[in-house]
């Protein structure tokens, strides 16, 4: 495949007929907005200035322990991940950039980066594998069934550094400035694992890992409560990262994956915490009512999405630029349209947020206002800014109804009858 | 393999050099228990007569979506399972039946009745597939992808019902009594399924299952708050469980899985509950901390297990029969070993909760006595049963201390030896 | 006072300013919205129709067991709590009942009724207190510490029990139809209660009070997870809910609370699964992000607060006819305030729940099409229905910005004048 | 009251009759341990060396938000709190401390030192109250309805840092050595408080506080997830603690109580990854199963006591030296009992961590053997370690049988003879 993956000349078919009904909505909106004092095409100007990464991972099919059920057309290998995250970004507009997952996306980096810059995409952070073992891989001869870092071995911590050193020189190679270290790490039983010297193993392997980043790159240490160790996990709050992220240096910083908390945690004040500490690296975004359910980004709490975007324009301001990436597994869904809708419900919540009258909320809440101070703040997230995504969308060569478009397109069957089709059964547990 | 897995003189040379000790502790405490007017030989009856049924699935190593890492000599099969299951039994006398999972376990039944006969041991509720796909399995060409038994499409429902059918059919072979069915039905995102269609669809489905069972048969329900589906499941809780038991007539009840409930709920009062309202079907024993992580029976809050058997034991009488079996997923120890110890966990809680002085308990209750009600309670809990738990054991040929019988015996590098290694790799999300 | 305690010029000096934008709102919304062939009037009619019933214990400042915080001006006895409720109602005109809870609001039934009457205001489901003591209440002269409806003493269930039908008593002679029972009883200990006999107890405690029912009247069971009591609860959750309606009778059905589930808990599902078993009797709203924390109805979670208005919309029918009721604590802002943007948002879901395109969600759902059903609920959701919602306000006599016009009419500055001031201090704990 | 509050002599009569047993009871348990090379006296005499402080609020009756229930004989005052802890002491010989509440346990310094000192009593750390406001009390003019150490007016930060310095004062007089801070502050609603700048404003007020602590003194900061805010809480969780301690100095450190948490939090994790950080300042102990239920320390989930004891053995050496103290509230038990038996459980559970081989685990540890590592853990666990405790007890002139000798000595009688009656009633929410 080389060039756009789909038509051009379809999606402005597809445009046309809903130009007309856009122009009222938006103008509709803009003539609210402007009562408030809002320019409307300078959100707009915001809102499509405003980019998430996609993960190679994502358009695949997910899956859980119990099972995986393919969908048809599933891409085998990097490049036709690759093109079908063009698809993404070409109906979208949101997402020009792919993060990878090594050794899952090993290719040589010469044709990835050809492949990626024919499609208009870059590379974004990269990932290490090292929560799987990879058979017949020479790099991996030993198993991470009891950890990779903070594994009691160190051999096998040495063998993980390496991999995570190898990514980095990958990721060099592609034109990506950051490394995501998730570890699996932890226990299931009580007494299983030391849980200090776990954490300690896991600090002076990540220093290695440190010490072989490239200038202007960052680290990103990423936290999750548990799974897939059910007792302990040795990176296991935002507090644990933000030790780690300390002791690294300037370097490292947090990532907050959305799904990665106990229940009930304040997501959004964990942001502003780690804002304060200097070490907000980034995020996974995705959403989830359990666990780390990892569904679409704002399909369970959109609220909370948009009080996450909330903390994010207020801490908005020079030198403010954490990684923005979607982490999710679509198991029900087609991954092209999962990403699409996503990445619009990311900037769904960009786009409220802006809305959001700062100077009345300051004001408010100095006059310990609580109603007026929390109404001010929902007036934002009740604005359907709608329009304005499709207005950044369509402005941007991308679709109005991006969904419809890529339907509309059939890549899908196209690519089913390309790719060979995958076998279903059973995930971890059979 | 015919006969016991395990030399019996080996187990009779583990007990020996560990009988004087035992004999002691158990003097001892059979001494401090007199000084209450407790007969420890009652209670070690008692716990002898105690059984459950191990799964055959728990046999293998499990894993979670990420990975699996599989353990040397796993079974090929349900024969092998079986082999494994008798050491269970040899060693630790608690565990004579095996709950089988169809199709995984699919064997013609004589040869199954014939294997298990000659290992000593007898078959349990059998257990209905229907959240994987089975390529290549006639039986189901269609797909669980979006639901079985509440699917909305009646070919699939239909397909699931002569599955479960099937399961009875086999069952009845195999001089099985129960057919348990949990089932992945759900949705992801809100409005992907109409929540209320879908659980007339299933008790639809339930019914004619239900009409399939044979005189003497129960049905045990079984819910699950959540995955493999992550918005809505169709039986989520104990209500809906309840509310399709009561639909289907005495032959069902509700079975409880100790990890499938939301955090913090308090189990040992909807076992008192479904009592109450005379569906308590049986229990799915297994340990959790944050999800269904079917760790090993009270290795994570022992206390928790304790107070389901105080409630056990307190309604125990006449017709009083609840199914025991443990449903655990192993992914870091031996699953031998594992079900061995759960076992003895369970017992253990059985042991301590049978130590309570009721009498004084209810008085206590009956002064609204809380502080002492509350340490008689405890009392039971604090009683170090392990003499009592060892006595059952060695009294039936079993060992002393089972897992180091076990360990002693060598049989995992001798079914190391014989069957082939499995390939470790992804879970669900690769 | 007498009449409207609001002069109506008011209201209407404060609309006229901001009639032109309501309209200019409105307008563009209903084209929008007739694109999909909606008809904005029929929905604006139906969401001026529906009403919610406003708690009297609401009307007062709340406050935790560390302390209370009073506002200025609060109500003493229910007199004043009507006034209040009477603003609620005129700026608000969502609202035209209230509910009483007995003792607090025990006053001569000819004297309520005219106040009531004057004010414009009826009177929804009665409320019975027996989870505190009321010393110096003839009636009371038992403690609930250790229960009510469950205690172990017979004569405190009998208390509890004839306090349940003296308010079942007044309740008629007020027009109510109506009983709310929530009791705390409960344990907080292990072995404190004996689970099954509490049950039993409540059971024929509430046969008694069901007994007492007048024709026309229903009797509503509320469960909560915890709170008085940390342990165990008697009625903790919906299922238990269900077996006390089921076993008491027809007129007997739940209530849901919407804070009283445990963590992560999919409400919209009870909501469902209660309906199927003809036991959906009303709601308590309100919001909350860790237990019961009594916010303002969709301050926390607006999605969850539309998706259970969503299952309403989709059983709205023939005979359907839930009693809707809010139930908060205003610790931080004027609870008038409260009450009103409360009911406000009760009705914006309503209203966004109205907006939901059934048919197509209904074809999606049948076509196993996760993304698009789900897109098709959530276009209900985005839908910024203000305009809708000050319509029906605007013409029923109520205010454009219910809030801004209550601010500007000085109510709270008056009746702190009128009203003497309450002192502030520990609470439960000191 | 001088001297002891229970006559030694009916101690003495309550131990004799409990002697043998006692010894019996010890000596089998010295012969198990001694198999294993454990010396039981030493276990008992490190045992016996360890102490817990109690709270001078603890020994009255607690109450929710719906009701406080009051006891018999319920001390007035701090002198008569005073006598109740010496009961506690003198029967269980754990809590020879006691942790003061300013301004409620305010009184002068030299008389309260005088009658500690007749009690044979010490003081703990001093804890300060600005989660309520003081009507009367000519320090605290303003309110802190909307926050104390991060209010947004200068006034009320000030105020509450002067409370807290004025504590320091006391405290010096009376011999503490250590500020504990905890804070209701945080928000209702999203949107109330800017979570940034209050925490900063915190971190300003505690550089306050922390200059005016004389040398040799701790500060703790005190974390908690919510309650009574119930949106934002400022110090929500240990990671922000931690920042705190971090920003102050070296006299700063965390308080870990272990019902301030998430659901499903691993709190031994926590313990670990603070004291890697040289920030664990101390505990406040007690037990819960849903929020901050402030039970009976151990009565909920004892596991998790000995968990987090584990990591404190494990971690003892040269300097370790956190602050132990329960902090409860007794609603249903007369709370001199409850306060003897928690001490004794914390007791129990360092003395079953005192007993795990810690080699031998060490060594499963470092093999990946997870089965028998979690054996090893669980051995100390099960120990049945009463006669331990009550050996400890009796060697230091305290009760075999703590709360019966409590019973016998009719203390609660004698002092509800003498001290008025607590009306009961409403709890915050009235």
Not at 239 to 248: I, M, R, V, W, Y
Not at 314 to 327: S, V, W
Request: include cysteine; charge should be negative; aromatic fraction near 8%.
């Amino acid at each position: 495949m080389s060039g756009l993956p789909i038509d051009p000349d379809l999606v402005a078919r597809h445009n046309a007929p809903r130009a007309r009904a856009l122009a009222e909505d938006y103008d509709a909106l803009g003539s609210r907005l402007a009562r408030g004092g809002v320019d409307i095409d300078a959100v707009t100007a915001r809102v499509a200035a405003f980019t998430v990464a996609v993960p190679s991972w994502g358009v695949g099919t997910g899956g859980t322990r119990f099972a995986r059920f393919p969908g048809p057309g599933e891409p085998r290998g990097v490049f036709q991940k690759l093109d079908d995250c063009a698809v993404i970004q070409q109906l979208g507009r949101a997402t020009p950039a792919v993060s990878l997952h090594i050794p899952w996306d090993e290719a040589p980096a010469a044709e990835l980066r050809g492949h990626a810059e024919a499609l208009g995409l870059a590379f974004d952070a990269m990932n290490s594998n090292t929560f799987q073992d990879h058979p017949g891989d020479a790099r991996h001869p030993l198993s991470y069934k009891f950890g990779s870092l903070s594994h009691n071995d160190p051999a096998v911590r040495a063998q993980a550094v390496a991999h995570n050193v190898h990514c980095i020189r990958i990721g060099e190679a592609l034109g990506s400035k950051a490394l995501t270290v998730w570890i699996g790490d932890g226990s299931n039983f009580p007494g299983q694992s030391h849980m200090g010297r776990a954490f300690e193993r896991y600090l002076a392997s990540m220093e290695e890992i440190y010490a072989a980043l490239p200038e202007g790159w960052r680290l990103f240490s990423e936290h999750k409560m548990y799974e897939p160790a059910f007792y302990s996990t040795v990176v296991q709050d935002w507090g644990t990262s933000l030790l780690a992220a300390q002791s690294l240096g300037p370097k490292a910083a947090c990532l907050v994956d959305l799904g990665h908390h106990a229940p009930n945690v304040n997501i959004e004040m964990i942001v502003s915490r780690l804002a304060h500490a200097g070490k907000l690296g980034g995020f996974h975004f995705n959403d989830s009512r359990y666990g780390d359910d990892d569904l679409d980004a704002g399909s369970i709490d959109p609220f909370r999405l948009f009080l996450v975007f909330n903390e994010l324009v207020d801490l908005d301001g020079p030198g403010f630029a954490p990684a923005y990436m979607i982490d999710q597994s679509h198991n029900v869904s087609d991954p092209i349209e999962s990403l699409i809708r996503s990445a619009d419900e990311i900037r769904r919540a960009y786009a409220q947020a802006l809305l959001v009258d700062r100077a009345a909320l300051e004001a408010f809440q100095g006059a310990n206002d609580a109603l007026m101070a929390s109404e001010t703040l929902k007036a934002g997230f009740r604005a359907d800014v709608g329009p304005i995504l499709a207005r950044a969308r369509a402005d941007a060569g991308g679709a109005i109804d991006p969904v419809a478009a890529y339907r509309a397109s059939a890549y899908r069957a196209r690519v089913a009858a390309e790719r060979p089709a995958a076998q279903g059964g059973g995930g971890g547990i059979t």
